[in-house]
């Protein structure tokens, strides 16, 4: 990545837009440069992009799909995230993740508002449907996707249309269907909103989730008021949420939205994950507190419940929902049959209930790996 910075930097290669200033690793384009000026050489180039350059990159993004890869923070590799002396934060965006960026800009800050407008979280191209001609008008959609792709992450694509045929559009989906499993990925339909909550203005009054209680009651030492005593009291509430994601990522479970900030919740969106097979979705069914650790301390010592001492008088658990856009025509041996799902579940509940001390044999084996880590 420093190279070819440093080769964008020098007018050796160009970003097929012309305007990009910042290397991107991904799926990205780029040109050889045959006819670079080389008085502009080695010469730092301006941080304003004027009017008519985003225009022309705005012109370019519509038309073409680019995704960057994330550089994914390498954790202790032996302590379980939620156990560390210290909880780990990701950087906000793509830019300080990679540490050849804010040196190449003087800086991470400079860095991260350069590619800010680079890499954002969401991007949009606007799609020719009618890729067979099949019809004899303009049929087109637009797309939106993730800026950013993540190996421990969902890769989300909407399509949204006013003038387009449904099969066309079926047809067209279908392909990418084909081509993604030939490609080693799994593209399956999904809801929108897959949990029908009661917040939820537009939620599904016909379906609803299956609440899925962790017992954490098996995990606390006599005496103790909370599972994360030794702890800081300001980062009990993100340890758990920490200690719940161990969990589902035990049993093949993914992020359904990549988040930049995945270790801090903001306050407006639950946790949401989905199965490898797409055919399954967990969320955290709380959004975080924002309270001052008298208030935590008050909170606690004003409950009785081990599974509600956190989270005032809400359980500690899961919200489960089935894939209910997983029909026949988008099954396949990767997405498994209802029999998987319904072992599946069983599995998971089973787990989280501590039946035959599957969670304490857990939470017992990453006390042992911090204590092996200690000094």
């Avoid at 965006?93 to 590619?115: D, K, V």
């Avoid at 992020?255 to 969106?269: A, I, Q, T």
């Avoid at 089935?322 to 089973?350: C, I, Q, V």
Wanted: charged share 20%.
């Amino acid at each position: 990545i420093e190279i070819l910075q440093k080769m964008l930097d020098e007018q050796l290669i160009a970003h097929a837009s012309g305007e990009a200033r910042t290397f991107v690793y991904g799926f990205y384009f780029y040109r050889i440069v045959t006819d670079r000026d080389p008085e502009k050489v080695g010469m730092q180039q301006s941080t304003v992009w004027y009017t008519t350059e985003m225009d022309d990159l705005a012109t370019f993004q519509r038309s073409w799909f680019e995704v960057a890869f994330v550089a994914e923070e390498h954790l202790h590799a032996n302590i379980p995230a939620f156990l560390l002396p210290w909880l780990p934060s990701r950087p906000a965006s793509y830019a300080s993740r990679h540490s050849s960026f804010s040196r190449s800009f003087g800086g991470r800050s400079q860095a991260a508002a350069l590619l800010a407008a680079t890499v954002p979280e969401q991007k949009t191209v606007t799609l020719d449907v009618d890729v067979n001609n099949r019809s004899d008008r303009v049929e087109w959609c637009s797309c939106y996707y993730h800026g950013n792709f993540s190996l421990n992450a969902a890769f989300e694509i909407r399509l949204h249309w006013m003038a387009v045929t449904a099969a066309v559009l079926f047809e067209m989906v279908q392909g990418w269907h084909r081509k993604a499993t030939s490609c080693g990925f799994l593209l399956v339909p999904v809801l929108e909103g897959p949990f029908a909550l009661p917040s939820y203005l537009y939620g599904d009054p016909l379906r609803a989730q299956l609440f899925i209680p962790l017992n954490i009651s098996c995990l606390l030492k006599e005496g103790s008021e909370h599972l994360f005593d030794g702890f800081d009291p300001d980062t009990h509430w993100d340890r758990m949420q920490l200690f719940q994601e161990a969990i589902v990522y035990r049993f093949g479970f993914i992020h359904d939205k990549y988040s930049p900030s995945s270790f801090n919740f903001s306050s407006e969106n639950k946790p949401q994950y989905v199965h490898v097979t797409g055919a399954v979705f967990l969320q955290l069914p709380y959004s975080k507190r924002k309270f001052t650790s008298g208030q935590q301390r008050r909170r606690r010592n004003s409950t009785s419940s081990g599974n509600q001492s956190l989270f005032g008088e809400e359980k500690i658990g899961y919200n489960w929902a089935y894939n209910s856009m997983l029909t026949k025509t988008w099954r396949s041996s990767a997405t498994g049959d209802e029999r998987f799902t319904d072992r599946l579940l069983k599995d998971f509940t089973d787990f989280c209930a501590n039946k035959d001390n599957r969670l304490l044999d857990f939470w017992i084996s990453c006390l042992e790996k911090m204590h092996a880590s200690a000094p």
